[in-house]
């Protein structure tokens, strides 16, 4: 693509050009981050104050029944199930996506009490990898975590494989597993399999039942736009409803909570995996931004985001050669998931250059720039000037300067 017009061209033909107004951007920034915390959706802030102002101040206490508070975790569930192929009754919001692990992890041991091992991908997101070790530890009965490669990961399932854990799409390199084929191989094993979406759910298209997923968490501030610290989701599928027990027994998860019996009894099926009081504001939040990602079709979504990460490889091929940059994204489409990576040395330094001049992504260590391609928002013109200015900070060396060496506490 030698022109910017070209570029514009496709942002004039774009399907999901609408909803970039939906969203509160501000001017002078390409936001290639939304894969790490969505951005404000316009009627956020709205639906925020209504809940502060009406709901809580006017209504007190008794929005829990009149504004359907305690029904958020479930409705907003319901919600997302569309967006990854859940049925109903299988997805609750709750937690964050690190509690969520633990609470399907040791949920799905019980299923498997004769194994003691969680396969598990070596490069997996590390809250994921802390949480099956810790819990392993905590159980005192020989559990292990094993962390292979990606490619060996079918050949070490086996009879002593309890779960296998993994993460759809890779939050360093955006490379996809293909679920259902990984599933499968599990269940050939006899094992259970928990996949976490947070790099998934609303940006690429996830059908948890056409892949036989046993549990899934999810993430919401990431794609999902629900805002900072949003709750997570976790699904659990129906056939494992029975007998379903979490290893945190909260008392919202128990069958008649306001019976304040003084033993556990858990609640039918998914509404088991309630612990405590919803966050309501952070629902109300995530209830908008999980509209948003429904109004758009997912079949539009994984093409346009298909269409950026091959327009931002082709240009930074085009304009950056020579200057270091390994794309560490698979080529292939249905390999990769919604964002671009690209190992640098000076992988710190040049992002906060980027920043300094409004292109915001991030970076992961050791030495990977991070950008995300948020279907919803982006332009493919933003892509165009995203890659100039990442040239502009290459050819002219500026990332070199002092002020960009340091490395702030949120990278
Ligand atoms: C973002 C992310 C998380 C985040 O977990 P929190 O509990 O919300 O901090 C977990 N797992 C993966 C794979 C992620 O990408």
């Not at 805002?227 to 989701?233: E, H, S």
Request: net charge neutral.
């Amino acid at each position: 693509m030698p022109h910017r017009a070209e570029a514009e061209a496709l942002d004039r033909a774009d399907p999901l050009a609408g909803l970039r107004d939906r969203f509160a951007l501000p001017p002078g920034v390409i936001y290639l981050d939304g894969n790490s915390l969505g951005p404000l959706p316009r009627a956020t802030p709205a639906r925020l104050a209504e809940v502060i102002g009406r709901e809580w101040g006017e209504g007190l206490i008794r929005s829990w029944n009149d504004a359907g508070w305690m029904d958020l975790p479930a409705r907003v569930g319901e919600r997302i199930a569309k967006l990854i192929g859940a049925p109903q009754d299988s997805v609750l919001v709750a937690d964050s996506t690190s509690l969520n692990v633990f609470k399907l992890l040791g949920a799905a041991l019980a299923l498997r009490p004769g194994r003691r091992e969680i396969v598990t991908e070596a490069d997996n997101f590390p809250t994921d990898v802390y949480v099956a070790a810790g819990l392993a530890d905590l159980l005192g009965q020989g559990h292990r975590l094993r962390r292979v490669a990606a490619e060996d990961l079918p050949a070490s399932l086996g009879p002593q494989t309890a779960v296998l854990m993994l993460t759809h799409v890779n939050y360093r390199t955006g490379a996809m597993h293909d679920m259902a084929a990984l599933t499968r191989a599990a269940h050939a094993a006899g094992a259970l399999v928990v996949w976490d979406l947070a790099h998934s759910a609303g940006a690429v298209p996830v059908d948890l039942t056409a892949a036989e997923a046993d549990m899934a968490v999810g993430c919401g501030y990431k794609f999902l736009n629900g805002g900072p610290g949003a709750p997570a989701f976790l699904y659990v599928a129906p056939h494992l409803h029975d007998g379903l027990r979490f290893p945190i027994q909260g008392w919202l998860g128990h069958a008649e909570p306001f019976a304040f019996a003084p033993d556990f009894r858990p609640a039918a099926g998914i509404a088991a995996g309630l612990v405590g009081t919803p966050p309501v504001l952070g629902l109300a939040a995530l209830q908008i931004g999980v509209e948003l990602a429904l109004e758009a079709p997912m079949p539009t979504v994984r093409e346009k985001s298909r269409q950026l990460g091959d327009l931002f490889a082709t240009l930074v091929a085009r304009e950056c050669a020579g200057h270091g940059l390994r794309l560490l994204t698979p080529e292939a489409p249905a390999r990769r998931g919604s964002q671009i990576s690209y190992a640098h040395p000076g992988a710190y330094p040049i992002m906060r250059a980027l920043i300094a001049r409004g292109v915001i992504g991030d970076v992961r260590a050791p030495d990977i720039l991070r950008f995300g391609l948020t279907p919803l928002t982006l332009r493919f013109a933003d892509v165009w000037d995203a890659v100039a200015v990442l040239r502009e900070v290459l050819d002219s060396g500026v990332w070199h300067a002092p002020e960009f060496q340091t490395r702030p506490k949120v990278t």
